[in-house]
């Protein structure tokens, strides 16, 4: 990339980033719109529960199912080299 295609994309990154900055104005969120009713806010352990215990359990959920309902077949598995593995019957050998 020569040195003026470089100039124009961080022109552009950088018009870009600014113009989004000052389109999501925060100080918009402190009005109060017609109709708004906010509920109480969460407590650290409702929050942690919520964004972190929560998401876990479900992963750990999901995980267990499909290790418990796996039903491939053994010798269709993919075995890591140089570990043990169990033997397939014989292979002919062609020559």
């Known amino acids: 990339m020569d ?3 470089a100039l124009r994309a961080g022109a552009l990154a950088a018009g870009t980033t600014l113009m ?14 017609d ?5 109480t806010g969460l407590s650290v352990v409702e929050t942690l529960g919520l964004y972190v215990l929560a998401p876990l359990a479900l992963f750990a959920i999901i995980a267990g199912l499909v290790m418990v ?10 075995s ?9 019957g014989k292979v002919a050998a062609k020559a």
């Open 80 to 88: 890591v080299p140089g570990t043990k593995g169990k033997a397939k």
């Open 69 to 78: 309902l796996d039903r491939s077949h053994p010798d269709h598995r993919v």
């Open 35 to 39: 109709g708004d009713d906010p509920g």
């Open 3 to 5: 040195k003026k295609n």
């Open 20 to 33: 989004m900055l000052l389109m999501s104005s925060p100080a918009l969120a402190l009005t109060r719109d």
